[in-house]
């Protein structure tokens, strides 16, 4: 990059747009970039949760490694019968965090995919990132306060 970047403010973006890659220049709310932007906020939800994450780009292999992974977690746990809020201690809920932004990345690459050429495969890998992420969150959440939080229907109701 050398020099490139020794401006941090180059006022390019004063008129609403931002450049891409390749050089061209797109409105900072078309689609490619809310897509590409909410897996970066995703990549920097994880970022807190391990410190340096690294997700390659999205291939088949990957898709099945983290199915891979997903199950030999899931393994542990067991059956869910209630469905899991977000909490449990901290990194537990950081998981969470990172796995609805990962949703919201899969909508958001689904929009996309619509109006411009998506590999499905990257919509795979965020469903099945989103899917490793809840695991993992059941499993720090036990770890961390020996007790996953769980939503039952009849809280709420007059006692």
Same mark, same amino acid.
């Given at each position: 990059?050398?020099?490139?970047?020794?401006?941090i403010?180059?006022?390019t973006g004063d008129d609403g747009t931002t450049g891409l890659g390749d050089g061209s220049r797109v409105p900072k709310d078309s689609l490619r970039v809310e897509a590409y932007g909410t897996v970066d906020e995703l990549n920097s939800a994880i970022g807190v949760l391990l410190a340096t994450p690294e997700v390659p780009p999205a291939v088949a292999g990957h898709v099945t490694r983290l199915e891979?992974?997903?199950?030999?977690?899931?393994?542990?746990?067991?059956?869910?019968k209630e469905f899991i809020l977000p909490g449990g201690g901290p990194a537990a809920a950081a998981c969470?965090?990172? *796995? !609805?932004?990962? %949703? *919201? !990345?899969e909508? %958001?690459?689904?929009?996309?995919?619509?109006?411009e050429s998506v590999s499905p495969e990257v919509a795979k890998y965020l469903n099945r990132l989103?899917?490793?992420l809840f695991v993992l969150a059941r499993v720090l959440a036990r770890h961390e306060r020996g007790v996953e939080v769980l939503w039952r229907h009849d809280?709420?109701?007059?006692?």
């Open positions: 990059m050398g020099n490139r970047l020794s401006k403010y180059t006022r891979e992974s997903l199950d030999e977690f899931n393994d542990a746990l067991p059956p869910l969470h965090l990172a *796995r !609805a932004i990962a %949703r *919201r !990345a909508r %958001r690459v689904w929009t996309l995919a619509k109006a989103s899917d490793l809280r709420g109701r007059g006692a």
